[in-house]
């Protein structure tokens, strides 16, 4: 199983950045899939947005309005853009895989597969 993410990079803030979550060996309909970061010094735990198997969304309330997570099951893949990006989003964000019962409830002690982490910086 392989989560591939992508798309992470510098950008200013005020800026947009697309990152994308492409999974392999996995039934992707049977997952629900989310973005967690993490921060210098912290433990990756935050999860900023979900989407479940049936397209049901989540957001954390610091990126509502900012952020759109969607998902291609053609594609194997979840998209998650991410606008008006403020230094405060600096982080490693991480795309995960959790079984699709538990719906929008992820938290890390619940994902089966973890992506590789992709840099996120916004200067300011």
């Known amino acids: 199983v392989q989560l591939q993410a992508s798309g992470g990079g510098l950008v200013q803030s005020g800026g947009s950045l697309r990152l994308s979550c492409t999974a392999a060996?996995?039934?992707?309909?049977?997952?629900?899939i989310g973005w967690f970061i993490q921060t210098p010094g912290t433990e990756r735990e935050r999860v900023l947005c979900?989407?479940?198997?049936?397209?049901?969304?989540y957001y954390a309330d610091t990126v509502k309005g900012r952020f759109t997570i969607s998902r291609d099951s053609a594609k194997k893949t979840v998209t998650l853009q991410m606008n008006n990006l403020k230094p405060e989003d600096t982080a490693v964000y991480y795309c995960?895989?959790?079984?699709?019962?538990?719906?929008?409830?992820?938290?890390?002690?619940?994902?089966?597969?973890w992506g590789h982490g992709t840099l996120v910086t916004v200067s300011s």
């Open positions: 995960a895989a959790a079984p699709s019962f538990y719906g929008l409830e992820l938290t890390k002690f619940r994902v089966d597969h």
């Open positions: 979900v989407i479940s198997s049936d397209g049901n969304t």
């Open positions: 060996g996995l039934v992707f309909d049977e997952y629900s």
